[in-house]
C-alpha cells in the first residue's frame, strides 16, 4: 500500500509545516460524539451547522488548520466523521494517471479504461491529530469500466450508522467494515454501461437497519434495499432511467417515511418497502442534485447546463399517484411551487433559514423563498474568473460557502442581500463537498484532507 503522510500545521501563517512521525495502524473507538456528518452532506441532507464560534470564516493552507494529511489516489467523495473518527475513500493506480481537468467541457470522455492495477482504499484518521487510524483495500485489480476524465472511481460517499462504513463503489460493489477497518460482509455488482462512458457517483444511504443504493445507468438502471447488517437483499425495484447521478434521500414527514430518487424521465417516492408512491415528470435530462427537505416541504431539481428546462420543484407531503404539472401550471395539489430555469446541473441546491439558495455551476448565485419560491435576489456573479463550481454549498454562523474546482471558497452573508464577505484559498482542485463536525470543517482537496477549526 502507498502510505499516507499526515502532517499537523499551526495556526499563524509564518509557521512551517511538521511531520507527524508516528503513523498509527489502529485506533481505539471512543464513544460516538454529539456531533456527527454520516454521510454527503449530512445525516438530514441539509449541509448546514450549528451556530459554534469554533468554526472558521477565514482559513488557508496554514491558517486555521488543526492538521492537514495526504490522501493518495484519486477520489472525490466526501469526507464522513462519526465520534473520533474521519473517513474517506479513494482509488490509487500502480501506472500513470491523466490528471483531472477543471471546467464545464466537451472531450473529458474516455471510453476505454486503463489497464493498469487500481486500488480501492477505506481510510481512517483520527479527528484529534490527523494520525491514521487504519486503511483498508477492499479490490486490486484493473477497472473493467471507464469513467470520465473529471471523474474518479472512488466519487461516491460512504455512510455510517455508528457501526459499521459502508463504502460503494459504482460498478463495484459496496463493502460493510466495522469501525476498525475489518470487513463484515460485502456485496458485488456487475458493472453497467452508463451515458458517454461517464462512470458513477450516487452515494447510497442508511436508514433503520437499511442500506439503500441507486444504479441508474445505460443498461437496467434499479434501487435495491440491503441488510445493513448483513449485505442481505431485501427488495429491488429496477427504474425506467438512464444514467443518473442523484443521491437518494430519506423523506420522514408527518405522514410516513418515503424514500427519493431524482431521475432524468420520472421523480419517484417508495416505500421502505419498495413500493411506488408517487411520480412526476419534468425534469432536465440529467439529474445529479440531491433532493432534501427543509418547511415541511421536499425539493427536487435538475439543470443540466446544455437543456433549456432546469426545475426546482416543492413537494409537499401526502402526494399519490402521477402528480406531474399539467402544461404551463406551476402548482398543483402536491407541488406547492414550481421554478422551470432556477435548477444547477452539478451542485445540490441550499436552505438556510428561509431562503434557498442556489450555486451555479458557471460561478452564479441565486436567492429564491424556500416557502413559496418568490425571488429574493436573481442571478448575481461570484467573482469574475472565478472558474466552475462542482461542490454543493454549506453554511453555519450566518455565512454561506461556496467551493470552486479552483480550491477557492467564497463566502457569502446570507440574507436578502448578495454580498461576498471572503475568499479562502487552498490552491488546488476541489470537486468534494466538505463535512462539518463538533466544531471543524473537513475539506479535501486533490491531494489532501483538512480539518479546519478557528484557532487550529
Known amino acids: 500500500m502507498k502510505p499516507v503522510a499526515s502532517r499537523v500545521v499551526s495556526t499563524t501563517r509564518a509557521t512551517t509545516f511538521a511531520l507527524i512521525a508516528a503513523v498509527v495502524l489502529s485506533c481505539v473507538a471512543l464513544p460516538i460524539s454529539a456531533s456527527n456528518w454520516p454521510s454527503f452532506r449530512g445525516s438530514d441532507a441539509l449541509a448546514t451547522g450549528p451556530d459554534d464560534e469554533r468554526l472558521p470564516l477565514t482559513w488557508s493552507q496554514e491558517e486555521n488548520v488543526a ?22 475513500t479513494s482509488v490509487w493506480s500502480e501506472g500513470e494517471i ?12 474516455r471510453m476505454k479504461p486503463s489497464s493498469d492495477v487500481h486500488h480501492w482504499v477505506v481510510y481512517c484518521f483520527e479527528v484529534s491529530t490527523g494520525e491514521k487510524c487504519w486503511e483498508k483495500e477492499v479490490h486490486t485489480g484493473a477497472p473493467d469500466f471507464p469513467r470520465h476524465l473529471k471523474n474518479t472511481y472512488a466519487s461516491e460517499t460512504p ?29 458485488r455488482f456487475d458493472a453497467a454501461r452508463t451515458r458517454f462512458g461517464w462512470g458513477t457517483a450516487t452515494s447510497p444511504i442508511v436508514h433503520d437497519g437499511r442500506l439503500f443504493i441507486v444504479n441508474d445507468n ?20 429496477d427504474r425506467d432511467e438512464g444514467s443518473n447521478w442523484a443521491t437518494p434521500f430519506v423523506w420522514e414527514n408527518p405522514q410516513r417515511t418515503e424514500l427519493i430518487t431524482a431521475g432524468t424521465d420520472q421523480v419517484r417516492s417508495y416505500s421502505m418497502d419498495g413500493e411506488l408512491l408517487w411520480n412526476f415528470g419534468g425534469m432536465s435530462s440529467i439529474a445529479i442534485p440531491q433532493p432534501f427537505s427543509a418547511h415541511g416541504l421536499l425539493y427536487v431539481s435538475s439543470g443540466y447546463i446544455g437543456d433549456q428546462n432546469r426545475p426546482v420543484y416543492a413537494i409537499k407531503p401526502g402526494a399519490s399517484g402521477d402528480i406531474t404539472l399539467a402544461d404551463g401550471a406551476k402548482s398543483n395539489e402536491s407541488i406547492v411551487w414550481f421554478l422551470p430555469q432556477a435548477g444547477a446541473y452539478n451542485p445540490t441546491p441550499l436552505i438556510y433559514g428561509d431562503v434557498f439558495y442556489t450555486l451555479l455551476d458557471r460561478g452564479f448565485f441565486t436567492a429564491h423563498d424556500a416557502k413559496t419560491g418568490e425571488e429574493v435576489y436573481g442571478k448575481q456573479r461570484i467573482e469574475r474568473g472565478a472558474g466552475a463550481f462542482s461542490a454543493s454549498p454549506w453554511a453555519y454562523n450566518g455565512h454561506l460557502f461556496v467551493l470552486s474546482e479552483d480550491g477557492d471558497t467564497f463566502v457569502i452573508k446570507a440574507g436578502d442581500t448578495f454580498q461576498v464577505v471572503g475568499k479562502n484559498s487552498l490552491d488546488e482542485m476541489s470537486m468534494a463537498t466538505p463535512a462539518i463536525a463538533d466544531g471543524s470543517l473537513y475539506l479535501r482537496t486533490r491531494t489532501k484532507l483538512y480539518r479546519l477549526t478557528a484557532g487550529g
Open 218 to 237: 445505460d443498461d437496467q438502471s434499479y434501487l435495491v434495499a440491503l441488510n445493513a447488517e448483513t449485505g442481505e437483499e431485501l427488495w429491488r425495484a
Open 67 to 88: 492538521w492537514v494529511v495526504d490522501v493518495p489516489g484519486l477520489g472525490w467523495s466526501s469526507p464522513i466523521v462519526w465520534g473520533d473518527r474521519v473517513y474517506v
Open 159 to 187: 455512510t455510517t450508522d455508528g457501526e459499521r462504513i459502508y463504502a460503494y463503489f459504482g460498478n463495484l460493489g459496496v463493502w460493510a467494515l466495522d469501525l476498525d477497518g475489518n470487513e463484515v460482509w460485502h456485496e
Open 98 to 109: 491523466e490528471e483531472p481537468k477543471k471546467g464545464l467541457y466537451f472531450g473529458g470522455n
